[in-house]
C-alpha cells in the first residue's frame, strides 16, 4: 500500500489524466463505440471537419482528453502512468502538466492548420484525411515526455529523443494518419519547449559523447524499429503515409488458389500466368517468405547490438535489396491507386512511389556513417560453421524439394519440364517479391510437392535465422583462450609489475617465449608493435626477454615499442643506445606500515569520519558476487559518466567497464545507508609465486548524489582495508602524460622531441581528462613516485610512434571527437 501512496504523490497528473481519461471513455461511450463510427461523441474530437468547418474550437483541448476506442484507452492509460510519471520525476507536476497541454494543443492546431491548407492546395495526404477525427491523449504524453527530456541527464536525453523520434516518423511515413502527424508535431513542440525550459537552454541539447556500447545499441533500435514500418501498413485500414506504398510490395489481393489452379489446368492464358504469380505470393508460407527480409533486419539490429561487422554489412544489403524491391515492384505499372479517396496527380503519385526508398536509403547513409562502431569479426572457427550450416540447409533442402518435384512433375500447372522445375527450386528459397526474372511460374496441384512448394523456403530460412543468431554469439578473440591462460599463469607466477595485469584486458595479444616462461604482451597500431608494462618472466631474464621480443619485432618488421615499464629495466635500453623517456607518474602507498596520524592526513582523516557519520559502508568483492542491484547501479554511473562527456572513452592503460568484470578484479564500493551507490573503485591485482602482494587502482566513479570527499573515504578505507590482509603495495596507478614536479634545485632535463610532443598531448588532454588533476588528487595520500617509461630505437620513428599511442588511447575518436578535444583546449 506504501508505494501505491508514495506513486500517488510522486506522480498525481499522471494518475488524474489517467481516471479522466477513463471517465470520459465511459460518458462518451467511446469505450463501447469508436468516436470515428459516429455519434455525439464527435463533439469533442478535432480535425478539419469539427476544428475549421464545425468551428468548435475547443476540440483540440478535449481531444487530449477522450479516447477513441478500448485500443486508445488502453494504451493511454498505461503511457500515462509510465511516461508521463516519468515527466513528472524530472520537471514536476506542474510543469508536466503543462507541457501536455501546450504540445498538445499546439501539435492538433498546428496539424489542422495544415491539413487545411494542404486541402486548398489540393494534396493528395490532406484531402485523403479530410474527414478524419482525432481523439487520442497520447499526443499531449508524447509532447510532454520531449519536453522532460530537456532535463533529463546527457544518457537519457539522447536515448528519449532517438528513440521517440524514431517510432514516431516511422508510424508516420508508413501509417500516416492524422493522429500521428500531430503527435509528431506534438514532438517536436516538446522538443522546444524542453530546449527552452532547461537551466541550459539551448546548450543543453548539445550532444553529449556516447560509449561504443551506447552507440551501437541506438543504431540497433533504430535498426529493428525500421523493420515493423512496413508491417504497420499492411495494419487495416492500410496505410497513408509517405511510405506506405510499400503495402503494395509486401501485400497484394490474391485470387482463390483452387479456382485459379482448375481453370489454368484445362485452358493456360496470359491471366492464368498473372492469376498464378499471385497465387504463388498468397497463404501464410509465401507471407512468411516476405517477410524474410523484415525478420533479417531484426536479426541484423541483434548483431549490431554486439558491435559485429557481418551484422553491419548484412544491415546493409537488406536495406539496399528494400530499395530493388520497391522499385521493380512498384515500377510494374500494376499499382492501383484509390483516386476516390486521394485525388491525386500522376506527378505526386509517382513522388510518393519513390519515397518508398527513403527509409532504407536513409538507415544505409546512418550505418556508413557508424561505420567504425561495427569492428568486431567473427572467429573463424565460427564463419565456417556458418557457412556450412546455411550451405547444407541449402543443398539438403533444394534437392529434396527437386526429388520430390520430378517425381510428380505431370501435377504442376502449367506443364512443366526439368529446366522450369530446377528454377522453381531457387525460386522456392528467395523471398516473395525477389523472384522477378526466375522464368515461368509453375505451381503443383496438390500433395507432398505443393506442401514442399510452400515450406520449404521457409524451413531454410528459419535455419539461417539460427545460424545467424549463433554466428553473432560467438566471441570474437584476437588471442586464443588457450594463450590468455597461459598469460595469466606466468602472470601468477612472476607478477608484471603493478601494471602487468592490464596485458589481460581486450587488444593485447601475447609473444612467448620458446621455452614459454616468459612473456610480453603487445598491441600492432600502424606497424606499430607497443608493448605494455614489464615483461612477464623471472626478473633475472628480463634483459633477454627483451632482447628476444625486440627481434620478434623485427623479424615481422613492427617498429618496436616498449611502453609503460619500471625503471629498472632501463640500463637494458641504455646498453642498447635506445632513447627513454619519462610517460607518467605512479603513485605508490605501502599498507602493511600505513599510519594516517599527522596533520599531513589530515584531509583524509576528515574524509573518512565525514564517511563514517553519513552511515556510509564498504563492500570488498568481485562483480559475479555483487547482486543484481548493485551491478545495475554501476552500469547507470558508468554509463551517466560517459554520456555527459562530449569526449571519448579512452583505453589502453585506463579500464572501463568491461575490465572491472574479471573475476581476479577486485571491487572496492561506497554504498549509501539508503543502498545508493556512492562510489566504485576497481583494482588490478599482481602476483608473486600465486600469491598477491600488490594492487593497482584503475576504475574510479563516483554517483551524481554522493558526499563531498568520498573518494577520499573509498581510498583510504581499501588501504586500511589492504593493511589487514598484508598487502605489500597499493598503487594509485599512473596518471598518463602527468610528469613529477621537478622539486626546489633540481635541475629539469633537458627537452626532447618525443617529450614535446607528449608534453603537448599532455597540455591538450588535460583540460578534458585531467591527468594533472588527478595527480594532485592522489598527492593527498602522502605516496611514494615511480617513474614509468617509454623506449624506442630510432628517433625518425617519432611521428608514427606518436600517432600509434594516441590511437592506442583513443581507438574509436572520430574527427569530430577530435574536434570537440580542440575546443575544449580553447577552453
Known amino acids: 500500500m506504501k508505494p501505491v501512496l508514495n506513486y500517488l504523490r510522486a506522480a498525481p497528473v499522471s494518475v488524474g489524466l489517467a481516471v479522466v ?34 468551428g468548435w474550437w475547443w476540440t483540440p483541448l478535449t481531444a487530449l482528453f ?31 502538466a503543462a507541457a501536455f497541454l501546450l504540445t498538445g494543443i499546439v501539435g492538433i492546431l498546428v496539424g489542422v492548420v495544415i491539413q487545411q491548407l494542404g486541402m486548398n492546395l489540393n494534396e493528395s495526404w490532406a484531402v485523403g484525411s479530410a474527414f478524419d477525427f482525432t481523439l487520442d491523449p497520447t499526443i499531449g504524453i508524447i509532447g510532454a515526455l520531449l519536453t522532460a527530456s530537456g532535463f533529463a541527464q546527457a544518457l537519457w536525453r539522447r536515448r528519449i529523443r532517438l528513440i521517440t523520434f524514431a517510432i514516431v516518423l516511422v508510424f508516420v511515413l508508413y501509417s500516416g494518419d492524422q493522429d500521428n502527424f500531430y503527435r509528431l508535431l506534438a514532438a517536436l513542440a516538446g522538443l522546444v519547449l524542453g530546449i527552452l525550459w532547461s537551466p541550459g537552454g539551448v546548450h ?122 520497391s522499385i521493380v515492384t512498384l515500377g510494374l505499372g500494376d499499382i492501383t491507386v ?50 556450412i550450416i546455411v550451405a547444407t540447409a541449402f ?72 545460424a545467424l543468431i549463433q554466428l553473432f554469439a560467438a566471441v570474437a578473440q584476437s588471442r586464443s583462450v588457450s594463450e590468455e591462460e597461459h598469460f595469466r599463469r606466468l602472470l601468477q607466477r612472476y607478477g608484471g609489475g603493478t601494471l602487468g595485469f592490464m596485458g589481460t584486458w581486450a587488444g593485447n595479444v601475447y609473444w612467448f617465449s620458446a621455452d614459454g616462461e616468459a612473456a610480453v604482451a603487445y598491441r600492432v597500431i600502424n606497424g606499430v608493435a607497443i608493448t605494455l ?63 594516517m596520524a599527522g596533520k599531513p592526513w589530515q584531509k583524509v582523516r576528515q574524509a573518512l569520519n565525514r564517511g563514517t557519520k553519513a552511515g556510509i559502508t564498504t563492500l570488498w568483492t568481485t562483480w559475479d558476487e555483487l547482486p543484481v542491484s548493485l551491478s545495475n547501479q554501476i552500469n547507470a554511473i558508468s554509463e551517466q559518466w560517459v554520456a555527459e562527456k562530449e569526449l571519448p572513452e579512452m583505453g589502453f592503460t585506463l579500464g572501463a567497464m568491461q575490465e572491472l568484470k574479471d573475476p581476479e578484479v577486485k571491487l572496492f564500493l561506497a554504498i549509501g545507508p539508503d543502498g545508493d551507490m556512492q562510489a566504485i573503485t576497481s ?67 633537458e627537452p626532447t622531441v618525443m617529450t614535446r610532443l607528449l608534453g603537448f598531448l599532455a597540455q591538450t588532454l588535460e583540460p578534458a581528462y585531467g591527468f594533472s588533476t588527478l595527480f594532485k588528487f592522489k598527492s593527498k595520500f602522502n605516496p611514494t613516485h615511480s617513474t614509468i617509461y617509454m623506449a624506442y630505437a630510432d628517433p625518425v620513428t617519432l611521428p608514427v610512434i606518436g600517432a600509434a599511442i594516441g590511437s592506442a588511447y583513443l581507438p574509436h ?7 570537440a578535444l580542440a575546443k575544449t583546449l580553447r577552453k
Not at 470520459?24 to 469505450?31: E, F, L, P
Not at 468516436?35 to 476544428?51: F, M, Y
Open 21 to 54: 481519461v477513463i471517465v470520459t471513455s465511459i460518458v462518451t461511450g467511446t469505450i463501447v463505440t469508436p468516436a470515428t463510427t459516429g455519434g455525439d461523441s464527435l463533439v469533442w474530437a478535432a480535425g478539419v471537419p469539427t476544428t475549421i468547418d464545425s
Open 66 to 96: 477522450v479516447p477513441n476506442d478500448v485500443a486508445s484507452l488502453i494504451v493511454s492509460v498505461v503511457l500515462a502512468l509510465t511516461l508521463l510519471a516519468v515527466c513528472e520525476r524530472l520537471i514536476g507536476s506542474l510543469r508536466t
Open 204 to 325: 543543453s541539447s548539445r550532444r553529449g559523447h556516447s560509449s561504443q556500447g551506447e552507440s551501437r545499441n541506438l543504431v540497433a533500435v533504430i535498426v529493428a524499429i525500421s523493420a515493423i514500418g512496413p508491417l504497420i501498413a499492411l495494419l487495416p485500414p492500410g496505410g497513408n503515409g509517405p511510405l506506405s506504398f510499400v503495402q503494395y510490395v509486401f501485400g497484394a489481393s490474391n485470387p482463390d488458389a483452387d479456382a485459379t489452379l482448375a481453370a489454368c489446368t484445362d485452358n493456360f492464358s496470359a491471366e492464368c500466368d498473372r492469376n498464378l504469380a499471385l497465387v504463388s505470393a498468397g497463404g501464410v508460407s509465401p507471407l512468411l517468405l516476405g517477410l524474410v527480409p523484415l525478420v533479417l533486419l531484426i536479426i541484423a539490429a541483434i548483431g549490431l547490438r554486439r558491435g559485429r561487422r557481418f551484422a553491419w554489412l548484412l544491415a546493409i544489403v537488406v536495406n539496399a535489396a528494400l530499395i530493388v524491391l
Open 338 to 387: 484509390d483516386t476516390t479517396r486521394t485525388d491525386v496527380t500522376s506527378i505526386e503519385t509517382l513522388f510518393w512511389i519513390l519515397a518508398t526508398v527513403l527509409a532504407p536509403v536513409a538507415l544505409i547513409v546512418m550505418l556508413g556513417v557508424t561505420r567504425a562502431r561495427f569492428q568486431i569479426r567473427a572467429p573463424k572457427a565460427a564463419v565456417r560453421r556458418f557457412g
Open 395 to 466: 543443398v539438403v533442402l533444394a534437392v529434396f524439394y527437386l526429388i520430390v518435384g520430378a517425381a510428380s512433375v505431370d501435377d504442376y500447372v502449367p506443364d512443366a519440364n526439368f529446366g522450369d522445375l530446377l528454377l522453381d527450386t531457387i525460386r522456392r528459397f528467395v523471398p516473395t517479391g525477389f523472384d522477378t526474372g526466375l522464368g515461368q511460374i509453375i505451381v503443383p496441384t496438390g500433395g507432398f510437392a505443393l506442401f514442399l512448394y510452400q515450406w520449404v523456403g521457409v524451413v531454410f530460412w528459419a535455419i539461417t535465422v539460427g
Open 533 to 595: 608494462s614489464d615483461p612477464i618472466c623471472d626478473p633475472a631474464r628480463g634483459p633477454e626477454v627483451i632482447a628476444e621480443f625486440i627481434a620478434f619485432c623485427d623479424a615481422n618488421s613492427y617498429v618496436c615499442v616498449f611502453y609503460s615499464f619500471h625503471e629498472q629495466y632501463l640500463q637494458v635500453f641504455e646498453q642498447r643506445d635506445w632513447q627513454h623517456m619519462s610517460v607518467g607518474e605512479e603513485t605508490l602507498m605501502a599498507p602493511v606500515t600505513l599510519d
Open 683 to 749: 583494482w588490478l591485482p599482481d602476483y608473486r609465486d600465486g600469491e598477491v602482494v600488490s594492487y593497482t587502482i584503475d576504475f574510479m566513479r563516483r554517483g551524481d548524489n554522493s558526499i563531498g570527499g568520498i573518494m577520499e573515504f573509498v581510498i583510504a578505507s581499501a588501504a586500511l582495508h589492504m593493511q589487514k590482509d598484508g598487502i605489500e603495495v597499493l598503487s594509485l596507478s599512473a596518471a598518463p602524460l602527468a610528469e613529477k614536479p621537478v622539486s626546489p634545485g633540481e635541475t629539469p632535463p
Open 813 to 819: 575518436a572520430t574527427p569530430k571527437e577530435y574536434l
